[in-house]
């Protein structure tokens, strides 16, 4: 299983930005693919979910009304719609899968992640 996550950057206050995250090597039918964050110094935190195919999406509740995920299942690849950026969105951002399905929101619980992609948020 691979899972390719280009998109992130530096993008100001207030700005928007799209991460992708792109699947191989399997069927995911079954599965849910998480975003995590990583900030320096601190622990990685997941953020948000979505089932394979795209149907349904979990959330942590701080970051509920700036994030959005979706999936395409015909390009086997899920998005993370971060809008309002703030300079404390400024992470590492890693998409995982997990084949226990949707709602799961500890990182120990995914089983492939993607290689990260740096998010850097300027004031």
């Known amino acids: 299983v691979q899972l390719q996550a280009p998109g992130g950057g530096l993008v100001q206050a207030g700005g928007s930005l799209r991460l992708s995250c792109a699947a191989s090597g399997r069927t995911f039918s079954g599965y849910a693919v998480g975003w995590c964050r990583q900030a320096p110094g601190k622990e990685r935190e997941w953020v948000a979910g979505?089932?394979?195919?795209?149907?349904?999406?979990y959330y942590l509740p701080s970051v509920k009304d700036r994030f959005t995920v979706s999936g395409d299942n015909a390009k086997n690849t899920v998005y993370l719609q971060i809008d309002s950026l703030k300079p404390e969105d400024t992470a590492v951002y890693y998409c995982?899968?997990?084949?226990?399905?949707?709602?799961?929101?500890?990182?120990?619980?995914?089983?492939?992640w993607g290689q990260g992609t740096q998010v850097t948020v300027s004031s």
């Open positions: 979505v089932n394979w195919g795209g149907s349904s999406t």
């Open positions: 995982a899968l997990t084949p226990y399905g949707l709602g799961h929101v500890k990182p120990s619980e995914y089983d492939y």
